[in-house]
T-cell receptor, first 115, second 113 residues
């Protein structure tokens, strides 16, 4: 069964450094998402992406964050200058269609640790 | 703003028991509701998706129901097994508020052999 893949599985970085988290969504899916989960807290929406542009973003997704689909398969999340509070599990997800009749499929996540 | 809660926060049952996990949401204007399973340190595995027009969905030993008007969903697990031990999350896709999935905090299930 096709799946969403994320790399790396664990990233450790120093405060102030830039990180890029990578995702390969399911190949025939059109909508892509990033969510995050701080340890012990709820899964939170960051951003959705469709047709090569951001369709929605949450308050968390400030100017330090950006997303890109550099080619036909990868979908990346960049954090420009990491803060301690960015430490979390970051999940990529994709879906065939945005609304009805379309489940989200998640990757296994990238655990980001900012020291 | 859509809020999702789950009760109980944690549940421990002996193997073989049937059990029910509860999910509540504050705004009934939703497109659908999805149940996920999360193993420790892992991603989210989709279990069932219920459209707003549906009352229930079944997959193997799992049955999810939806009562949109009262803002509730239940996940029924029959004949529980130790391998069912995980955190179960529900998420709703609201018609308003940005229309992206809003997650509950999860129920941590332990099935004891």
């Amino acid at each position: 069964e096709p799946e969403v893949t994320q790399t790396p599985s664990h990233q450790v970085t120093q405060m102030g450094q830039e990180v890029i988290l990578r995702c390969v969504p399911i190949s025939n899916h059109l909508y892509f998402y990033w969510y995050r989960q701080i340890l012990g807290q709820k899964v939170e929406f960051l951003v959705s992406f469709y047709n090569n542009e951001i369709s929605e973003k949450s308050e968390i997704f400030d100017d330090q964050f950006s997303v890109e689909r550099p080619d036909g398969s990868n979908f990346t999340l960049k954090i420009r200058s990491t803060k301690l509070e960015d430490s979390a599990m970051y999940f990529c997800a994709s879906s065939e269609a945005r609304r009805n009749n379309s489940p989200l499929h998640f990757g296994n996540g990238t655990r980001l640790t900012v020291t | 703003k859509q809020e999702v809660t789950q009760i109980p926060a944690a549940l421990s049952v002996p193997e073989g028991e049937n059990l029910v996990l509860n999910c509540s949401f504050t705004d009934s204007a939703i497109y659908n509701l999805q149940w996920f399973r999360q193993d420790p340190g892992k991603g989210l595995t989709s279990l069932l998706l219920i459209q707003s027009s549906q009352r229930e969905q079944t997959s193997g030993r799992l049955n999810a129901s939806l009562d949109k008007s009262s803002g509730r969903s239940t996940l029924y697990i029959a004949a529980s097994q130790p391998g069912d031990s995980a955190t179960y999350l529900c998420a709703v896709r609201p018609r308003n508020y940005g229309q992206n999935f809003v997650f509950g905090p999860g129920t941590r299930l332990s099935v004891l052999p």
